[in-house]
């Protein structure tokens, strides 16, 4: 299945380096390029792209306010928003996921290192550069130290959900919850759909946002 992308960068070189090195790949096609965010958030419905490899820093409308605009789009329900920028300063990564991206890299990241993250987050999966991830988890979503009572909002989730939110914040996968939890990767998986679909969000990197704000998960449980 082929990964289906737009890219969206003022810099017309950056946009012609991307589309090179991402056209390498078998299963990733570039669909689209815009150098503004109102043209990505255009050509996300388009061109029903599956991702949009998105700047922060662009005219007329920055990445930050065409991430919001794609992910509150009923018709761009699908779309992953993969922020990649050389701005990985923490009230970037903060907003960022606030506004429903699912990704957030340097532009420094290694070729090999964006194709998979591509992949990665084409198929659902939350990713965060080390950097932007200490920043977040550290100066945003760490709550002060309250009494451990779980927040109104996650009642609704079973004991083991409760359990396997606590292993998303952490950072980790399918797999390696699967291990931590003895068992398949496909079980992991169910759980963290189920645990989306009752706290109504598109994707782990909503879950992460979540579990830190409310305070459910604290930075010393990584």
Avoid: W
């Amino acid at each position: 299945m082929t990964i289906r992308i737009v890219l969206a960068d003022d810099q017309a070189l950056m946009r012609a380096g991307f589309r090179m090195l991402i056209q390498t790949a078998p299963d990733l096609e570039v669909v689209g390029e815009a150098a503004t965010g109102r043209e990505a958030v255009r050509l996300a419905l388009d061109t029903r792209a599956d991702l949009v490899l998105m700047d922060i820093r662009m005219p007329d409308m920055d990445g930050l306010a065409a991430t919001r605009a794609i992910t509150a789009d009923e018709r761009l329900a699908g779309v992953r928003v993969l922020i990649l920028t050389t701005f990985e300063a923490d009230e970037y990564v903060f907003q960022a996921l606030r506004n429903g991206a699912s990704g957030f890299l340097g532009k420094g990241v290694e070729p090999v290192d964006l194709i998979d993250a591509i992949r990665l987050v084409a198929a659902g999966e939350a990713l965060l550069s080390p950097k932007a991830t200490k920043a977040l988890i550290a100066r945003y979503l760490a709550p002060p130290d309250t009494a451990n009572a779980f927040p109104p909002e996650l009642d609704r989730l079973t004991e083991r959900e409760r359990e396997v939110l606590t292993l998303v914040a952490g950072g980790l996968s399918n797999d390696a919850i699967a291990k931590r939890l003895y068992v398949t990767p496909l079980t992991a998986k169910t759980h963290v759909n189920r645990i989306m679909a009752k706290l109504g969000v598109r994707d782990r990197a909503q879950l992460v946002v979540i579990a830190y704000q409310t305070g459910f998960a604290r930075p010393h449980n990584r």
